[in-house]
């Protein structure tokens, strides 16, 4: 099973941005899709956004469409989640996730993707604070 470490959070102001890491061990990144979610005090944890392998296709929400992205270099075996123009309501802990799809899965995000089932290997999570 990969395991996934996250880092990158802290606090910004509001207009500010972030760039989340998320470092993958014991696996190649290459043949798993990756994921973004956030869990905002007293929600559920929510999909932000989701990239099938290295070819494949890619899912944000609608929330931060515009102004997040997701990239990966599968070479260092991590994963990037780059957040700007930050807004208060995208406080929240942010969690990466991985799950093996194989290399000619091209439309796991659109299909799987978009939900926490979706994915088997998690990170700790990493703390994001933007403030007014």
């Known amino acids: 099973q990969v395991q996934l470490v996250e880092s990158g959070g802290g606090l910004v102001q509001s207009g500010g941005s972030l760039r989340l890491s998320c470092e993958a061990s014991?696996?190649?990144?290459?043949?798993?899709?990756i994921g973004w979610f956030r869990q905002a005090p007293g929600k559920e944890r929510e999909v932000v956004s989701c990239?099938?392998?290295?070819?494949?296709?890619?899912y944000y929400a609608e929330s931060v469409k515009g102004r997040f992205t997701i990239a990966r270099n599968d070479a260092k075996n991590t994963f990037y989640l780059q957040m700007n123009g930050l807004v208060p309501v995208d406080t929240a802990v942010y969690y990466c996730?991985?799950?093996?799809?194989?290399?000619?899965?091209?439309?796991?995000?659109?299909?799987?993707?978009?939900?926490?089932?979706?994915?088997?290997?998690w990170g700790r999570g990493t703390q994001v604070t933007v403030s007014s």
């Open positions: 996730a991985a799950e093996p799809v194989g290399p000619m899965t091209y439309y796991y995000c659109s299909n799987y993707g978009k939900t926490l089932q979706g994915f088997g290997s």
């Open positions: 990239q099938s392998n290295s070819d494949g296709d890619q």
């Open positions: 014991g696996v190649r990144l290459e043949n798993y899709a």
